[in-house]
């Protein structure tokens, strides 16, 4: 979700706070909260404003993975023909501890036609500094030391988790055949994965046109494995943590006592026999 707080002129001494305000109360909102308000502004209906959005975003997402991708954070845009040196100082305190905000000015020009022009100039984060702000960011979590977690892990017997394997393998859901590319990666050897390589590998399978829409495509698996109702999946999946809901997940490896009985259904689902009774 963008929240832009825009001044007709100058930005005054607090057109971050009221920004933050701002992003703060749309953090809160549900995806069904975002169709509607948009199906309203659309002056159209709910289903035509989830469409648009879909278009949007990604084409291929289903109903679960379109609202699973809504909303999981906010960035600010902050417009204006100048800006107080006050805000300036609080915007290079929130860049600088990773909140996604930016300042525009926004320069006017009437030719001698009397036409109207407009130049918006990005003054921070300056468009030079910006990519090496994101690399350090990416950096600087990729060296906390990781945690490793199992948020919830499940503790069926085997047949009972077997059964629920079963089913959300046949799940009919764009995602699932991902799922199943993830878990034969993982199956190719016994041993941890990074995620830079179950990337490069997703993207070998083709799963995703480039390797963009690949990282948001193993994103997605990373969001359904954390989901309550999955704890079964994590019961079958390690993995690594930099800590919080939205946090780097990494080193990825199938529990080795459950290899063959993941083995065997992914083989079968390969061969198009039926995984459910």
Not at 9 to 22: M, R, W
Not at 28 to 33: G, L, V
Not at 107 to 120: A, Q, V
Request: net charge negative.
């Amino acid at each position: 979700m963008v929240v832009i707080e825009l001044k007709r002129d100058k930005s005054g001494n607090d057109a971050e706070l009221q920004a933050i305000k701002y992003a703060s109360y749309c953090s809160a909102f549900h995806s069904d909260e975002i169709f509607s308000y948009y199906a309203l502004y659309l002056k159209s209906n709910v289903d035509e404003a989830k469409r648009k959005i879909r278009e949007f975003i990604d084409d291929e997402l289903d109903d679960e993975e379109l609202e699973d991708s809504l909303n999981r954070d906010q960035r600010i845009i902050l417009v204006a023909g100048e800006f107080n040196s006050d805000v300036i100082s609080a915007v290079l305190w929130l860049l600088s501890h990773e909140i996604e905000i930016k300042c525009i000015r926004l320069e006017t020009y009437i030719d001698s036609n009397g036409s109207l022009f407009i130049n918006p100039d990005v003054i921070l984060p300056l468009p030079e500094a910006e990519d090496i702000l994101k690399r350090k960011q990416i950096k600087e979590k990729e060296s906390r030391p990781p945690i490793i977690t199992y948020d919830d892990k499940g503790t069926f017997n085997l047949s009972d988790l077997e059964e629920r394997l079963r089913t959300t393998l046949n799940r009919p859901s764009k995602l699932t055949p991902r799922l199943i590319n993830l878990l034969e990666i993982l199956l190719s050897e016994d041993r941890v994965f990074r995620r830079e390589e179950v990337l490069r590998m997703l993207f070998e399978k083709k799963v995703g046109s480039d390797v963009g829409q690949t990282g948001r495509y193993l994103s997605g698996l990373s969001q359904f494995l954390t989901k309550k109702r999955n704890s079964h999946l994590r019961q079958i999946i390690e993995y690594t943590t930099t800590g919080g809901p939205g946090g780097l997940k990494d080193n990825y490896k199938i529990t080795s006592e459950y290899r063959e009985l993941i083995k065997s259904l992914v083989d079968q689902l390969n061969k198009g026999k039926p995984t459910c009774e």
